[in-house]
């Protein structure tokens, strides 16, 4: 059984950074990818990025590029995501997951479905 609990939610004003991590247990944890989403109040979760464990590609949704980055530590099972430039519109739930198994098609990996683990969810608040 895998588990995934993130930390280092909280608040932080507008232009401000967090860096939220997410770390994983579980025997011989080797996910295909781990993904970051995050559901506003009374919105749709939504994509934010991910890493592909083995080589560490990354893919970011549009609102994000330039200000988030996503990197993941083998030795610690743990993956990161760094949050730069915040504005007030990111303020949201984020949520770590896990797939176990290559997207089809590739597009999938943007969908929460794709995911076979997630975490409970970290708070982040911006303030303007």
């Known amino acids: 059984q895998v588990q995934l609990v993130e930390s280092g939610g909280g608040l932080v004003q507008a232009g401000g950074s967090l860096r939220l991590s997410c770390a994983a247990s579980?025997?011989?944890?080797?996910?295909?990818?781990m993904g970051w989403f995050r559901q506003a109040p009374g919105k749709d979760r939504q994509f934010v990025g991910n890493?592909?464990?083995?080589?560490?590609?990354?893919n970011y949704a549009d609102s994000v590029k330039g200000r988030f980055t996503i990197s993941r530590d083998y030795a610690k099972n743990t993956v990161y995501l760094q949050m730069n430039s915040l504005k007030p519109q990111d303020t949201a739930v984020f949520y770590c997951?896990?797939?176990?198994?290559?997207?089809?098609?590739?597009?999938?990996?943007?969908?929460?479905?794709?995911?076979?683990?997630w975490g409970q969810g970290t708070q982040v608040t911006v303030s303007s």
């Open positions: 997951a896990a797939a176990r198994g290559p997207f089809y098609p590739v597009a999938s990996e943007a969908l929460g479905s794709s995911y076979d683990y």
């Open positions: 579980g025997r011989t944890f080797r996910p295909y990818a």
């Open positions: 890493i592909k464990w083995s080589g560490g590609s990354t």
